[in-house]
């Protein structure tokens, strides 16, 4: 019997809404698959558009520290930082050392609890009916225990100022935190025994959605999603902020850029953070958190522009900053590094079945907040 | 049949389905309360004491929920599908033994009637995904379709190794056999083949692919809602609860165990034990669920196809060596669980390597400098 | 607001006289101004050039930017100015190319030819500015919602005083006069 070779198939449509039941946030994918295989993803962005560059224009720099809060709401000291140091660069003042030590801290373990979350989400896109969501945000709670200790909020800081922090840790914050880093590093075994080895998570995340070292680096991605390909490229190593040259910690890489690959590098990110945070503790110095300023609670910058890069959990997170000499900026521009990684998703996904449009999106581990601010 | 016989059958029959009914409840609060227990939290505790009155509160809510049908469907289809799902799940019953002499109509092919009935409800999951009218549901049916019919000639050739050696369908006369070694020791391929089968039969983690299309949104089932989802549900609890019923019956020896030789002490124990070996395969059926994660389609049909339909043909021909030549029961135990050794191994040493070619480094940072 | 002007007026300068001479012999023949934004060069090509010298930031073996880092566009009173901010994961410099557009032709050519990942910088750019990247593959709204048409938020002359309505009827307006004009 002859087989039929001009049969007339039609590419489906396949709208993966903004609604989407494995979070994410409101991101809205368009497949187009011929029977299982996806031939084509078009990405639209733009639920979450909330303006913030604009309403930057308009606020002052205490106030516009609210708002970088909201744009990255999982990684909400490590946006904060982007911004205040961007000011400082700008301005030419430096934090005072008890300052920079707690904003180190804080940006760690938000780090901690930001991978926690994706660990938390991913397990939910791979199908372990909630397991590994419970194990991720178990962590995600000790840990904001600790930022409400410190900042009175479990989410939204708005904590760092320009020229240093609102106000100084509470008493115990040391003890704490060390009791809250030897729960996190029983934790992390766990979650890694649970998912890393899991032969059925291999066969998900192996080979599926990688992208090379060149392709990278021209879509200009960073973060996990860079390293899981090789690139040893980390804005704490290459321009080193804060107190960051001061420690010691190690930088993981993956090497073939699929999705186990990116999983891997965020788990072992959350070791490195430990020890980070516990180094820092031992250095934390007493003194003052708060450079003299502005007086009167203004800050105003000088005339010019800078462009500062900090390390977010998702990669390399950039505010560049023009300033005419008021209150407000003239421009902010932010360059969120989910933005830019999602730029690469149509190439990952292209050829893969749909199944593995979720797994890979889950391992891009993007947040609308900073996609569309 | 006198009117007397037909009406004691009605309501034998209607108690029945009346004790399923409960049983296939309890199973969702035991499911919730034990997957919670994985999760470290603890499950239902508010709705009655320990949260025993959550089946019921879930039943009233369904009940009460506007079930509504969307424009666009084909009404036939969609009216239909639940019917064609749910029914087959509930007259599968009719012929299981919970013990020697409980049971509504016993038949000399049980088990051929149980097997060939459940698969009906696969058509019933693609008049779902048809009518419904989304493409969600029309992907979900065709892969369920797929996977169910995949996963019958495993799940059907394995069972067939149990009845080759009992010698009837029958599964009173199944069970009645297992005096002397239980076919879990006699057939160990057998049993990793129905329980696996038995999961994929019933779209059940880690194969549950078809139902969590996109992740939650639940494949051919995504445009019902109210009473019309709950058959589903109900179905789907009572097949996970036939599963675990039948690998109690066909492996570990049914009621048999330990216990008084007559009067309604032997009764009772008969149903202790069968209810105590049925749970702790619902046990394993939760835990699987609860830890792993699920299988994408095409790694599904290749373990279906590739691995287990292959390890059902090789039971099947050992069983036919056993019997025809009359080999001593120990050769059958020997043989099988060798087998399923080797497997194992060969399947650690594929693991390890594949494993080894995991590459990962890393990029010592001392003091902000990269050291090697 | 004046533009922010030449290097030295207040802001702080962390000099790179290395970085500097490179750039300097490097971008001899385009005409280009020098300046710093604090530890960085900047470098401002004309327009018509700037693809020229994006493909000689990335191709150079002494410059090697293979990263684009962001993609700014900022509105002046006078002029459109886009800032290309470059790294060189080999090397490990950095500097910022510029490339002005005045207000009447706010048109620059695309450099998604020479970073891929300058794909949706430039879209964001174009539809909250309205300044078009020429030579751009799918220069389509990205943030916004397609009715937004013809009008740029990020522009300082955007009315935002003004309490717009934007409600589905106003979207659904905006497609049939769409339909209608083809």
Same mark, same amino acid.
């Given at each position: 019997?002859?087989?039929?070779?001009?049969?007339?198939?039609?590419?489906?449509?396949?709208?993966?809404?903004?609604?989407?039941?494995?979070?994410?946030?409101?991101?809205?994918?368009?497949?187009?698959?011929?029977?299982?295989?996806?031939?084509?993803?078009?990405?639209?962005?733009?639920?979450?558009?909330?303006?913030?560059?604009?309403?930057?224009?308009?606020?002052?720099?205490?106030?516009?520290?609210?708002?970088?809060?909201?744009?990255?709401?999982?990684?909400?000291?490590?946006?904060?930082?982007?911004?205040?140091?961007?000011?400082?660069?700008?301005?030419?003042?430096?934090?005072?050392?008890?300052?920079?030590?707690?904003?180190?801290?804080?940006?760690?373990?938000?780090?901690?609890?930001?991978?926690?979350?994706?660990?938390?989400?991913?397990?939910?896109?791979?199908?372990?009916?909630?397991?590994?969501?419970?194990?991720?945000?178990?962590?995600?709670?000790?840990?904001?225990?600790?930022?409400?200790?410190?900042?009175?909020?479990?989410?939204?800081?708005?904590?760092?100022?320009?020229?240093?922090?609102?106000?100084?840790?509470?008493?115990?914050?040391?003890?704490?935190?060390?009791?809250?880093?030897?729960?996190?590093?029983?934790?992390?075994?766990?979650?890694?025994?649970?998912?890393?080895?899991?032969?059925?998570?291999?066969?998900?995340?192996?080979?599926?959605?990688?992208?090379?070292?060149?392709?990278?680096?021209?879509?200009?991605?960073?973060?996990?999603?860079?390293?899981?390909?090789?690139?040893?490229?980390?804005?704490?190593?290459?321009?080193?902020?804060?107190?960051?040259?001061?420690?010691?910690?190690?930088?993981?890489?993956?090497?073939?850029?699929?999705?186990?690959?990116?999983?891997?590098?965020?788990?072992?990110?959350?070791?490195?953070?430990?020890?980070?945070?516990?180094?820092?503790?031992?250095?934390?110095?007493?003194?003052?958190?708060?450079?003299?300023?502005?007086?009167?609670?203004?800050?105003?910058?000088?005339?010019?522009?800078?462009?500062?890069?900090?390390?977010?959990?998702?990669?390399?997170?950039?505010?560049?900053?023009?300033?005419?000499?008021?209150?407000?900026?003239?421009?902010?521009?932010?360059?969120?590094?989910?933005?830019?990684?999602?730029?690469?998703?149509?190439?990952?996904?292209?050829?893969?079945?749909?199944?593995?449009?979720?797994?890979?999106?889950?391992?891009?581990?993007?947040?609308?907040?900073?996609?569309?601010? | 049949?006198?009117?007397?016989?037909?009406?004691?059958?009605?309501?034998?029959?209607?108690?029945?389905?009346?004790?399923?009914?409960?049983?296939?409840?309890?199973?969702?609060?035991?499911?919730?309360?034990?997957?919670?227990?994985?999760?470290?939290?603890?499950?239902?505790?508010?709705?009655?004491?320990?949260?025993?009155?959550?089946?019921?509160?879930?039943?009233?809510?369904?009940?009460?929920?506007?079930?509504?049908?969307?424009?666009?469907?084909?009404?036939?289809?969609?009216?239909?599908?639940?019917?064609?799902?749910?029914?087959?799940?509930?007259?599968?019953?009719?012929?299981?033994?919970?013990?020697?002499?409980?049971?509504?109509?016993?038949?000399?092919?049980?088990?051929?009637?149980?097997?060939?009935?459940?698969?009906?409800?696969?058509?019933?999951?693609?008049?779902?995904?048809?009518?419904?009218?989304?493409?969600?549901?029309?992907?979900?049916?065709?892969?369920?379709?797929?996977?169910?019919?995949?996963?019958?000639?495993?799940?059907?050739?394995?069972?067939?190794?149990?009845?080759?050696?009992?010698?009837?369908?029958?599964?009173?006369?199944?069970?009645?056999?297992?005096?002397?070694?239980?076919?879990?020791?006699?057939?160990?391929?057998?049993?990793?083949?129905?329980?696996?089968?038995?999961?994929?039969?019933?779209?059940?983690?880690?194969?549950?692919?078809?139902?969590?299309?996109?992740?939650?949104?639940?494949?051919?089932?995504?445009?019902?809602?109210?009473?019309?989802?709950?058959?589903?549900?109900?179905?789907?609890?009572?097949?996970?609860?036939?599963?675990?019923?039948?690998?109690?019956?066909?492996?570990?020896?049914?009621?048999?165990?330990?216990?008084?030789?007559?009067?309604?002490?032997?009764?009772?124990?008969?149903?202790?034990?069968?209810?105590?070996?049925?749970?702790?395969?619902?046990?394993?059926?939760?835990?699987?669920?609860?830890?792993?994660?699920?299988?994408?389609?095409?790694?599904?049909?290749?373990?279906?196809?590739?691995?287990?339909?292959?390890?059902?043909?090789?039971?099947?021909?050992?069983?036919?060596?056993?019997?025809?030549?009359?080999?001593?029961?120990?050769?059958?135990?020997?043989?099988?669980?060798?087998?399923?050794?080797?497997?194992?191994?060969?399947?650690?040493?594929?693991?390890?390597?594949?494993?080894?070619?995991?590459?990962?480094?890393?990029?010592?940072?001392?003091?902000?400098?990269?050291?090697? | 607001?004046?533009?922010?002007?030449?290097?030295?007026?207040? @802001?702080? %300068?962390?000099?790179?006289? *290395?970085?500097? =001479?490179?750039?300097?012999?490097?971008?001899? +023949?385009? &005409?280009?101004? #020098?300046?710093?934004?604090?530890?960085?060069?900047?470098?401002?090509?004309?327009?018509?050039?700037?693809?020229?010298?994006?493909?000689?930031?990335?191709?150079?073996?002494?410059?090697?930017?293979?990263?684009?880092?962001?993609? @700014?566009? %900022?509105?002046?009173?006078? *002029?459109?100015? =886009?800032?290309?901010?470059?790294?060189?994961? +080999?090397? &490990?410099?950095? #500097?910022?190319?510029?490339?002005?557009?005045?207000?009447?032709?706010?048109?620059?050519?695309?450099?998604?030819?020479?970073?891929?990942?300058?794909?949706?910088?430039?879209?964001?750019?174009?539809?909250?500015?309205?300044?078009?990247?020429?030579?751009?593959?799918?220069? *389509?709204?990205?943030?916004?919602?397609?009715?937004?048409?013809?009008?740029?938020?990020?522009?300082?002359?955007?009315?935002?005083?003004?309490?717009?309505?934007?409600?589905?009827?106003?979207?659904?307006?905006?497609?049939?006069?769409?339909?209608?004009?083809?």
């Amino acid at each position: 019997m002859p087989v039929e070779h001009d049969l007339r198939t039609v590419d489906m449509l396949l709208n993966m809404g903004p609604q989407h039941p494995s979070t994410h946030g409101v991101f809205r994918m368009v497949l187009r698959i011929d029977g299982e295989r996806v031939t084509d993803v078009e990405p639209h962005i733009g639920y979450l558009h909330r303006g913030s560059e604009k309403l930057c224009e308009r606020e002052n720099y205490r106030q516009i520290v609210t708002l970088f809060d909201r744009l990255d709401y999982l990684s909400n000291f490590n946006n904060e930082l982007g911004f205040v140091m961007a000011a400082e660069k700008l301005m030419g003042i430096e934090a005072p050392e008890r300052a920079q030590f707690i904003r180190v801290i804080l940006c760690e373990l938000n780090r901690i609890s930001s991978h926690m979350m994706f660990y938390g989400a991913y397990g939910a896109d791979v199908g372990v009916f909630g397991t590994s969501f419970m194990y991720g945000f178990r962590e995600r709670e000790t840990i904001q225990q600790l930022f409400e200790s410190v900042t009175g909020a479990r989410m939204m800081h708005s904590y760092f100022r320009v020229g240093g922090v609102f106000q100084d840790t509470p008493d115990g914050f040391e003890a704490a935190a060390g009791k809250l880093l030897s729960q996190l590093k029983r934790s992390v075994e766990e979650c890694d025994r649970l998912l890393t080895k899991n032969e059925i998570f291999l066969e998900r995340t192996r080979g599926v959605g990688a992208i090379s070292a060149a392709d990278a680096v021209d879509y200009g991605m960073s973060g996990p999603c860079l390293r899981a390909c090789g690139v040893a490229q980390d804005v704490r190593l290459i321009e080193p902020y804060l107190t960051y040259n001061r420690f010691d910690w190690d930088i993981p890489l993956g090497k073939k850029g699929d999705c186990w690959d990116r999983y891997w590098v965020r788990l072992e990110e959350v070791r490195q953070s430990i020890a980070i945070i516990e180094q820092a503790l031992k250095l934390m110095p007493k003194g003052p958190i708060q450079a003299p300023v502005a007086k009167f609670g203004f800050v105003k910058p000088p005339v010019g522009e800078a462009y500062f890069r900090a390390e977010n959990p998702r990669g390399e997170f950039g505010v560049y900053l023009v300033s005419d000499g008021k209150t407000s900026p003239y421009r902010v521009k932010i360059r969120g590094p989910s933005f830019v990684n999602l730029m690469a998703l149509r190439q990952m996904t292209v050829g893969h079945y749909i199944a593995d449009a979720v797994v890979i999106l889950g391992s891009l581990d993007i947040v609308l907040g900073e996609v569309d601010r | 049949m006198t009117w007397a016989d037909m009406g004691w059958l009605i309501l034998a029959i209607v108690i029945f389905i009346g004790f399923i009914t409960i049983v296939v409840l309890g199973l969702t609060y035991g499911e919730r309360k034990i997957i919670a227990r994985f999760q470290q939290r603890l499950g239902p505790t508010r709705t009655g004491p320990f949260g025993l009155l959550q089946p019921v509160a879930d039943a009233l809510k369904l009940l009460a929920k506007e079930d509504f049908i969307p424009g666009s469907v084909d009404r036939l289809s969609f009216w239909i599908a639940p019917i064609v799902v749910f029914v087959p799940a509930f007259i599968a019953w009719v012929t299981i033994p919970f013990t020697r002499d409980i049971v509504i109509s016993n038949m000399e092919f049980g088990i051929f009637y149980i097997l060939a009935v459940s698969g009906l409800s696969t058509a019933g999951l693609l008049m779902a995904g048809w009518g419904s009218f989304n493409k969600y549901a029309m992907l979900g049916a065709v892969r369920s379709a797929a996977q169910l019919i995949s996963y019958e000639l495993p799940l059907v050739v394995g069972v067939l190794g149990v009845v080759m050696i009992s010698g009837s369908l029958d599964l009173k006369v199944i069970v009645a056999e297992q005096d002397g070694l239980w076919f879990a020791f006699m057939q160990p391929i057998a049993l990793v083949l129905f329980l696996i089968a038995g999961l994929a039969e019933v779209a059940r983690a880690p194969f549950d692919i078809p139902v969590a299309e996109s992740e939650v949104v639940g494949g051919p089932f995504v445009e019902y809602s109210g009473m019309h989802w709950s058959m589903f549900s109900l179905a789907e609890y009572a097949n996970t609860f036939a599963v675990a019923v039948l690998a109690t019956i066909l492996f570990l020896g049914g009621w048999r165990g330990p216990g008084p030789d007559s009067g309604w002490g032997q009764d009772v124990m008969m149903a202790f034990w069968f209810l105590l070996k049925t749970s702790l395969v619902l046990l394993a059926i939760f835990w699987v669920r609860a830890t792993v994660p699920r299988l994408r389609i095409d790694q599904l049909m290749s373990l279906a196809w590739v691995v287990l339909l292959p390890l059902a043909f090789v039971n099947m021909i050992l069983t036919a060596f056993y019997l025809y030549y009359d080999w001593p029961d120990w050769t059958m135990v020997a043989i099988s669980f060798a087998v399923l050794a080797a497997i194992g191994i060969a399947y650690q040493r594929r693991r390890v390597s594949r494993l080894a070619t995991i590459e990962t480094a890393k990029v010592r940072v001392r003091q902000g400098k990269v050291v090697a | 607001m004046s533009a922010p002007p030449p290097k030295g007026a207040g @802001a702080p %300068v962390k000099a790179d006289p *290395k970085m500097e =001479a490179l750039l300097k012999e490097a971008y001899a +023949s385009f &005409g280009a101004t #020098f300046g710093y934004a604090v530890d960085e060069v900047t470098v401002l090509v004309p327009r018509e050039r700037i693809v020229e010298a994006a493909r000689l930031a990335k191709g150079d073996d002494r410059l090697k930017c293979d990263y684009l880092r962001c993609l @700014a566009v %900022v509105e002046y009173p006078d *002029k459109f100015q =886009a800032s290309y901010m470059l790294w060189s994961t +080999s090397l &490990g410099h950095k #500097f910022m190319l510029k490339a002005d557009a005045p207000k009447s032709d706010a048109a620059i050519p695309s450099v998604t030819s020479v970073w891929r990942g300058a794909d949706w910088h430039e879209r964001e750019g174009s539809e909250l500015f309205g300044v078009t990247f020429t030579g751009h593959p799918n220069l *389509k709204h990205l943030l916004l919602f397609d009715a937004f048409d013809g009008k740029f938020p990020m522009r300082k002359d955007f009315p935002y005083e003004e309490v717009q309505d934007w409600t589905p009827e106003v979207e659904l307006r905006w497609l049939k006069e769409k339909e209608d004009a083809r």
